[in-house]
């Protein structure tokens, strides 16, 4: 009986993380560089060379 209920407990919560994944925003796109799509290189700083965060300017050239 406990091996029944701890079954159908562990295939509800893997139906609840599938449809989860489906609705959560941007979803697809995650799903989709998986299969060979690339993400865009960091920006770097032409100046120091330090990775941009944001979409200010370096930190090196605020001062």
Do not use: Q
């Amino acid at each position: 009986m406990l091996v029944k209920i701890v079954t159908f407990f562990l295939i509800g919560i893997a139906v609840l993380a599938m449809f989860g994944r489906l609705r959560w925003p941007g979803g697809a796109r995650r799903l989709a560089r998986r299969d060979g799509e690339k993400l865009d290189k960091p920006k770097r700083c032409k100046h120091c060379g330090n990775y941009i965060i944001g979409k200010g300017p370096c930190p090196c050239r605020k001062s």
